[in-house]
Every structure is written in C-alpha cells, then in structure tokens.
C-alpha cells in the first residue's frame, strides 16, 4: 500500500523485489510476467544477502534507486492505454480529472501522457508535474523562473509580442510554431533559446520538459496565448 500511494505500479515493484534475491545469467532486469515464468530457476536464487537501499536524508530517494529506475521503465514503455489507468487514478485524488478524458478528450489525454510520461519516475508525477498540462492553476519553479524569466529582463515586453503571434497562426502545429518564434527571435536579435526557455516557464512553470513545440501543439492556442499574456506578471 505504500509503495501503491507513492507512485508506484504493482508489477513494476514485483518485479524489482525478484530481483533483490535472483537474477539471470543475461543479466535481464526487466521481466513480464510470463517471461519471469520461464526464467525463473533455482540457480539463479543468489546466496549473498540482499541490499535495499534507502535515502533516509534524501526524499527524492525515500526507497532504492534502483526500485525507482524500474518503475519509471515501466512508466515510460508501457502501453499508453495502461499507463492511462494510473495517471487516471492520480488525477482523481488530486482533483484533476476531467470526464472527458474518457469520451471526447480521449485522443487528447492519450497523446499528453504519451508526451509528459518521458521524464517521470512515478505515477503520482502525472498528478504533480504534470499539474499544468490538465489545470490552469499550477505553481512557477523559483528556480526556473530566475533562470529562464529573470535573467532576460526583455521577456516583460516579448512575451506579448509574441502571444499576439500565435493567436494570428492558422495551424498551431510544430512547423508554423518553430517559424514563428525562430522568426521573431532574429527580428529581436537574440538567441531563440531565450524565448523558448522563457515560453516552456511562462506555459508550463517549468525549466524542463517535453520538445517545446510538440508541447505548445498539446497546450493548444487559446492556453498557450493566454499563459504568454499573463506571463509579464512574472517580474
């Protein structure tokens, strides 16, 4: 139940606690369930004791790293149809979910989580970094506003200039995205890394995440304009 409530997939777990006391002569960590079926043998049972490796100082790494490495495997290769299971489940706790995620929404949710899931350890992440992607309401990093907003003063005026670009786009799709700011970074002379790092923070609050274009395309127009608008609030 813990590890349940910290994010973690059952199978992904079960799989990690085999691995404490067994292994294969292929040196295989990851198993389906049939697959560790027909591995499973005596021989491989290891004589030495097991070591579980637990962080006590480190809350990132509340349990063994190497249980995290392969939940987030899991995570980030298991069908999308599965994973859509979970993630569910965290937006519910958390108050995001959308009934619309199962019906008219579906296709949109799907290729969301396909895009965000690259960078997550466990299924509680769909819940919190992902928190801007399924809600309006969603914090800033301190560290990648300062880094990404802060340290560019001329943001303040460009992120305007550049939400009245894309409310214009015919298609808010990753060529006519990439134009648009690559164009108005050269008009402004400056680097387009300054105005795709500070877009990624004024849209999603983040320093990281998925390609900024393929995220802006699941964004959408009307949120990516409207985040970039209020984004001067920022300084």
Known sequence: HFYKEHG?????FFNFLCLLGWSTSESQQIFSKEELLQAFTLEGIKRSNSVFEVRKDDPKFFTDPKAIAVNAHYIRTMPIAEIAVFA?????KTGLWN???????????????????ARFNFTTDFATLGR????DDFSFEPEAVQKNVLKHPGLKEWFPMLADRLA???AFEHAQLEATIRTLAEELQIKA??????LRTAVTGQAVGPGIFELLEIMG?????ARLRKAPSLF
């Open 88 to 92: 569910k489940e965290q937006l519910e």
């Open 8 to 12: 973690f997939i059952p199978w992904a």
């Open 99 to 117: 009934p619309e995620f199962d019906n008219a929404r579906r296709d949109w949710f799907l290729k969301t989580l396909d895009l965000i899931r």
């Open 193 to 198: 890394g300054i105005l795709i790092n500070g």
């Open 132 to 135: 801007p992607y399924f809600s």
């Open 221 to 225: 127009q009307n949120r990516t304009v």
């Open 168 to 170: 214009t786009l015919p």
